[in-house]
């Protein structure tokens, strides 16, 4: 199920980028009182009761013709294309003002949700002023202080009440979502063409080409399957063009509907850093992962050679032990038969349920070779398990005091329970939770 999308827009200097600090939990958005210091747009997650959403701040909405504040408005305008609900920020000191009004226009025509917050509103003798808020025609506005931290909760519980429909996109048939992400030209739509058999995307050597992400639906041995060939992921330093940052939050978009994520490394250029960070999106999402190192044709490559890369993709990937490493090349089609069934196997496998009483059998076998630690002269007792959801497959485990279940003890398990079950290519959740 993906996140949804919320944005925060406004003129400048309404206090946009403080209420996105506070609401992401860290100082992300430059926050100055002079207007125009948030030029690009910033995305990160956020979360509000059981909701996780990616929150995106935009640079003030201007009128007028210069370059800068042109590109200022593009950006708003792509952020507003993006988000399934929209924070329309104002300031309470100063009211409605005509720069107000053109982005409350600009709003009308996009058809989606609104949310009014008038920010600054810190005496709460100016909150009688609230109903001037009322005449732009989006329903209840909300005063809030984003310096005193005032009235977010009631903000976002209007934001969240939109959410349901938003997010009810479960797939309901046995098709298989994965994605293909990676760095820039590393052959992310080279792989998918392959795998289509047919120019799908556009493939060139030039990095940043696919700047959104493309499904394509294939048939494979009875089996349905829609790949997502998305844009390459660059630092965020480096990330200069306008159109691309948003490539990227459609790339985590892909991520979060995929039931298997295929993470795509270049075979000449070997692991960099950013690989790992790429990674790193799949696996907190809680996707099934397989390595995919390309252009293996480039390489003088035999059996020793490709277990040494395999020992560095380990080292490097230590939270992805789980994931099966495939080689192949996307360009001569070299190993590419081994791709699709470790995905199928990965999929399985990050659907699959395991029986109360046989993962209770496991438990207690666990637990006889290698007994609870003791903190503090209390012992961990652990009572029973039980498999809570799929996607990725979760377990609560009861005991005595969750406190004591230190993570060394909490991966033994987790071990334990791959020894038994397989779970090859997708992660696993254990919590830890006191018996009631």
Do not use: C
């Not at 999106?281 to 490559?301: F, L, M, P, Q």
Request: aromatic share 8%.
């Amino acid at each position: 199920m993906r996140k949804s999308v919320v944005a925060i827009v406004g003129r400048p200097n309404v206090g946009k980028s403080t209420i996105f600090n506070r609401l992401v939990g860290e100082r992300i958005s430059i926050v100055e009182d002079i207007p125009g210091v948030t030029r690009d747009r910033i995305y990160a997650q956020a979360e509000w009761l059981a909701s996780t959403f990616n929150l995106i701040d935009t640079g003030g909405i201007e009128v007028g013709d210069e370059p800068l504040l042109v590109q200022m408005r593009e950006q708003a305008e792509v952020a507003i294309d993006e988000a399934d609900v929209i924070i329309f920020m104002l300031n309470g000191r100063e009211g409605i003002t005509a720069a107000d009004e053109e982005v409350a226009k600009l709003l009308y025509r996009s058809n989606k949700p609104v949310v009014v917050a008038v920010n600054k509103m810190d005496n709460p003798e100016m909150r009688q002023e609230i109903y001037e808020y009322y005449s732009l025609g989006f329903g209840e506005p909300f005063p809030i202080s984003g310096s005193h931290g005032l009235g977010l909760g009631d903000l976002l519980d209007a934001v969240v009440d939109y959410f349901p429909e938003i997010n009810d996109d479960v797939k309901e048939d046995d098709t298989i979502y994965f994605s293909v992400i990676g760095r820039p030209n590393v052959g992310k739509s080279s792989l998918v063409n392959s795998i289509l058999n047919e120019n799908r995307v556009i493939v060139s050597e030039i990095e940043g080409t696919t700047r959104d992400a493309i499904d394509s639906q294939f048939s494979k041995e009875g089996q349905e399957f829609i790949i997502t060939d998305t844009a390459g992921m660059r630092k965020r330093g480096k990330v200069y063009e306008n159109t691309e940052k948003y490539s990227v939050l459609r790339a985590l978009k892909a991520i979060e509907r995929s039931d298997v994520v295929v993470v795509l490394i270049d075979a000449e250029t070997g692991i960099r850093e950013q690989d790992k960070k790429i990674a790193g999106y799949a696996h907190e999402a809680g996707r099934a992962v397989i390595i995919a190192v390309n252009k293996w044709d480039t390489v003088e490559s035999n059996d020793k050679i490709m277990k040494e890369f395999e020992t560095k993709i380990r080292a490097h990937f230590l939270f992805l032990d789980y994931a099966p490493i495939v080689f192949l090349s996307a360009k001569t089609k070299k190993r590419l038969h081994t791709l699709i069934p470790a995905i199928k196997s990965a999929s399985e496998n990050h659907a699959k349920r395991v029986q109360t009483n046989v993962l209770n059998d496991v438990i207690m076998d666990a637990l006889a070779m290698n007994p609870t630690p003791t903190v503090k002269g209390k012992r961990l007792k652990v009572l029973y398990a039980t498999q809570v959801a799929v996607k990725p497959p979760s377990f609560v485990v009861f005991v005595n005091d969750p406190e004591l279940m230190h993570f060394t003890y909490e991966r033994f398990l987790e071990n334990r329970i791959r020894d038994a079950f397989g779970f090859v290519g997708t992660p696993i959740k254990i919590f830890a939770r006191r018996r009631q």
